[in-house]
Structure formats: C-alpha cells, structure tokens
C-alpha cells in the first residue's frame, strides 16, 4: 500500500504535470578542434587545406571509413552532391575544385582517429579515472533538476553533437548533414520564479516558457527530418514510471472491451458505407497482426515507410488459395525505421471480400484505405473506450502474447537456463508479433564458432569421465557419478545457451520488452518462478521499471 502510494502521490488529472521545474539547461558538445597540420585530406591525389567549416564535414565521412554505412549509394550521394558538404559548408574556391567523391581520400584523417581512439583505450587507469571523475561532475552539474520537490534524474541532458545521419534501414536522408544545434534554437521549459538556465556566453535562447503540462525541459528542431527532440526526464523518474504504469492501465481495461470491439469491426465488415467497410477491416489487421496506424506525412524526402491506414494497392496480394489455405493475403512494405513487414496470412472470406473491393479500379500507387485515416481512426476508438488508440492494441496484444507464453511454456522444475529459454521464447514471438527485426551481429559467427568449440570440449570431457565410471572400483563410483552429472549439466546449459543464440539471430528483443510489454508480467513470473529479476532487465531497465518491481506480486496476470 505504501509504494502504490509513493507512484500515486500528486498524480492529478487536471493536466498538469509538475508544479515547480528547475535545471541547468542543456550541456552542449564541444567546439570543433581543427585537425593538426601533419593531418591532410586528399583530392585526385594532392593534399588540400579544408576551410574550418569542410574540414569538420569531412572528419564526419573519415569517421565512418570502416563502417559499412560508407558503401551506401544514397549516402554517398548526399554527402557529396547534396547540399552539404560541397554546397553549403564549402567555399566557392573548394566547390570549383573538389566534386568527385571518388576523387577524394579519407583515409589520413581516418588513420589519424584510429589513433586517437586507440591512444584512449591504451590510457592508464588512473588517466581514465580522471575523466569518469570530469564526466560526473558535468552530470551532477546537467544531469538532474528539481522537480516538486525532489531532485530527479534527467535523460537525455546532452545535446547531440553534429555529424552525418544515418537512420535505420535504407533512408533516403542517410549522409545528410547534422548541423550543431546553437543555444538560438532552443526553447527552454521551467517554472515561473525559478532559476532560469544561462545561456552560453555570447549566446540567448530563443524561447523561455513557464508550460506544466509537458514534461519537457528543452526542445528543439534538427534540421535534416524537421523533427523536434526534447530533453525529458529520465526513464525512471516518478513522473515517467507514473505515465509508464498508466499506458499499460489502458492497455489492461481493453481486455475487458476487446471482445466488444471485435463484434463491432467485424459487424462493420457488412456496412453499407464504404468508410465503415474500411475502419472494420483496418481494426482487423491492426488487432490480428500488430500493425502500426501509420501516421500521414508530408510528401517529401522522408523515406517512403507505411502503416495500415496508409497502405498502398501495391502493397498487397491477394491469393484465394495458396500453400493449402484459403483467403491468403501477402504483405510486403516498409514500416517504422524502413524495416521490411513481410507476412502471408489467411484471412476471413468477409475481409478477403472487402479487399477486393478496396482495390477495385485502382492503381497500384492508390491508397487500399483511401476513405479513412489514422486520426479518424483513434476518435473512432476512443468512443469505444476512453484513451484508446490504434496503438494501445500493439501494447494490448504484446502483452496478452507474452503472458499466454510465458503459461504455457514455463514449468516449476525447469533448471533456471530452461526458464530463461523459455522466457526468451515468449519474448520473441512478441518481437515477431511486432516484427522487431535486427540484423545478424558482426561477432555472430565468432562466439558461435567459441560456443562450439567449448560443447566440443565438454562432450569430450563427459565421454571421459563416463569411461572412467564404467572401469571405477566400487569405492569410487559415487564420486565419478556426480562428476559425471555435473559435466551433463553443463553440456546442457551450454548446449540451451547455443539454441537460445541462434534463435536471437535476426530479432531484437529489447524494443518490445522497453515498451509494448507490461513488466509486471516479467517480474511476477521472475518471483513465481524463482529467477532473479537481473536475469530479465539490466539496471537501466530495473531503473526505468521501479514502479513495477515495487508494486507485484507473483499472482499477477496481465
């Protein structure tokens, strides 16, 4: 009761978020350091003294030399043709002479970072023991604020440093230029009467404000998407753990309205209106398969990613039969992060129907849902259930998925490595729900060849001492049969260590357990089934769940 309590405490629903803010402001990157005169960049073979402004530009590329972004013909493109490196940051003199990116060489300024990085992991302990110490003292300094009260921890204090953007996926922005966000750009949120943050000297900010009902203490616009970013609390201050806790709430009453719902949709199938048609079908897909909404977006350099409201004709495939089922329907688009969302799944005959009827005289680049949208969508929703939304189905469904798993695939008298198997198990079927794609590591097949050569090494050693049991004289029996059961246990703790290994391969595990999975079905299963919750959530995570591992109990159901 106390610790409901302490997350309950001031949570009101008037709005506001907070009553008194106070910080230090963001901390800002530092400025360029030019590189040392013995450092060139090279063009069709002669060095070349870069203006300030290129030179940093081009340590940006250097950097990346050995990645395998740099082979990238989108980047590529953009840092040399685009308006950034050669346009925009360039004098007149070096766009007349530099404009073939094969024509130039990286490679020296490459080198040079390679050597600075390398000097850095070769410092002595206590070298490195001074800057952890300079670092705490900046994050004493920006790291926390006074919120109501009490001091809490902030997120995200730094401001990004420039440098290329990369994206996820294959993003048509990839190479673009980040540029350094100056002091001019940023609004600043605390409250009234408080200590306004200082600019940096020379520098005011563009905007103080005095907002309690956003949670944000700084904000800006990065120019290369025009998405604003935001200093926030971080993830396990109170106020973060209270909305955290309150997603999942929302997320937990739609399984009492969820049977309710799908009566409706599936009722609109019938409809005679072809908007309502559209909102049935497209609830269907985003309960059944987890898709996201899809949020409209502007026509323009923005990769050409979608979500179930904005699914084009060409997007799918209709097939009344196929591998034995009928009323199959392929996906292929690109969703959030340009991950590719590849699925055949059947279908009711009703929905199939209704596609059809969708793609009717259609071009392939037409809307499938050309009558509806998302915002639509969600005011539809929210009148089925107060703070229901499309995404509330993904949390409801990860959830629902990850508990129905965690039962059946979890006994008692598993070893503690076959709990932690299954849990992984159950995990990814959710990420697979939620299409969580990663790919393979780097380092994959390396520690997959070290797992090998170490079960090799153990089966060895178990068919040895099994021998020696079989030859032992009577007095000695008992104690090679133990040694022999100890080196069967740990063939087969190595052996789930490999399954679970290569079962991870190509999913991500880690976005859907942040935030589509209510963690009280973690920690209620980690203390009925005797795992230790640091098995399940590293410390930012225990950090980021306070509030759950506080509040449940080993009964709780999602």
């Not at 013909?73 to 070096?94: C, G, P, R």
């Not at 994206?167 to 673009?176: A, D, F, L, T």
């Not at 009467?193 to 944000?216: E, F, L």
Request: proline content about 3%.
């Amino acid at each position: 009761i106390f610790v409901r309590t302490v997350w309950e405490e001031g949570n009101s629903n008037n709005g506001n978020k907070w009553t008194t803010l106070e910080h230090k402001g963001p901390l800002f990157p530092p400025e360029y350091e030019p590189l040392p005169n013995n450092v060139s960049f090279f063009y069709n073979g002669n060095p070349v003294k870069l203006s300030l402004a290129a030179e940093e530009v081009a340590t940006f590329y250097a950097k990346m030399l050995d990645h395998e972004y740099t082979t990238k013909i989108v980047l590529k493109q953009h840092f040399v043709s685009h308006q950034d490196f050669t346009k925009q940051e360039m004098t007149v003199e070096e766009r007349e002479q530099i404009k073939k990116l094969s024509k130039c060489d990286f490679t020296h300024i490459n080198k040079y970072f390679l050597e600075k990085s390398e000097e850095k992991k070769a410092m002595t302990k206590e070298q490195k023991q001074v800057l952890k110490e300079e670092n705490n003292k900046l994050t004493e300094e920006y790291g926390f604020c006074e919120l109501d009260g009490h001091r809490e921890k902030i997120g995200n204090f730094r401001v990004e440093p420039p440098g290329l953007f990369r994206g996820r996926g294959e993003h048509p922005k990839m190479g673009k230029l980040k540029k350094r966000i100056q002091p001019e750009e940023i609004t600043i949120n605390c409250s009234k009467g408080s200590n306004i943050p200082v600019a940096p000297k020379g520098h005011r900010w563009r905007k103080v404000q005095h907002d309690n009902t956003v949670t944000w203490l700084a904000s800006w616009v990065e120019n290369v998407q025009g998405n604003f970013k935001y200093v926030m609390l971080n993830p396990s201050s109170k106020l973060k753990g209270e909305k955290d806790w309150q997603k999942y709430e929302v997320a937990r009453k739609l399984k009492l309205k969820v049977e309710t719902i799908r009566r409706l949709y599936r009722e609109d199938w019938k409809n005679r209106e072809m908007k309502t048609r559209q909102r049935g079908v497209a609830l269907y897909f985003i309960d059944k398969l987890a898709l996201r909404a899809g949020n409209e977006k502007e026509e323009s350099e923005t990769a050409d990613t979608v979500g179930c409201c904005s699914l084009r004709v060409e997007h799918i495939t209709l097939h009344q039969e196929k591998g034995g089922q009928e009323f199959m329907v392929e996906f292929d688009f690109l969703g959030k992060d340009s991950i590719r969302y590849y699925n055949e799944v059947p279908v009711e005959g009703r929905v199939f129907k209704n596609l059809k009827l969708f793609m009717e005289n259609k071009e392939p680049e037409d809307d499938l849902f050309d009558r509806i949208n998302t915002t639509y969508l969600n005011k539809h929703l929210n009148q089925s259930m107060p703070g229901l939304t499309a995404k509330v189905f993904r949390t409801f469904n990860a959830s629902t998925t990850l508990q129905e798993q965690l039962n059946k695939l979890t006994t008692a008298d598993m070893s503690l490595e076959e709990k932690l198997l299954s849990y992984n198990r159950a995990n990814r079927a959710v990420a697979i729900l939620c299409n969580h794609q990663r790919a393979a590591p780097k380092t994959f097949e390396k520690s997959m060849q070290n797992l090998q050569d170490k079960i090799a090494q153990k089966q060895q050693q178990l068919d040895v001492a099994k021998k020696e049991l079989k030859e032992a004289k009577k007095e000695l029996v008992e104690k090679k049969e133990s040694v022999v059961k100890r080196l069967e246990e740990q063939l087969k703790k190595l052996q789930l260590q490999m399954t679970d290994r290569e079962e991870n391969k190509v999913i991500a595990l880690g976005t859907s357990k942040l935030n589509y999975l209510d963690p009280r079905i973690s920690v209620a299963w980690c203390r009925k089934f005797n795992v230790p919750i640091e098995k399940i959530y590293n410390k930012t995570q225990r950090d980021k769940f306070a509030w759950a591992i506080d509040m449940t109990e080993e009964d709780f159901q999602f």
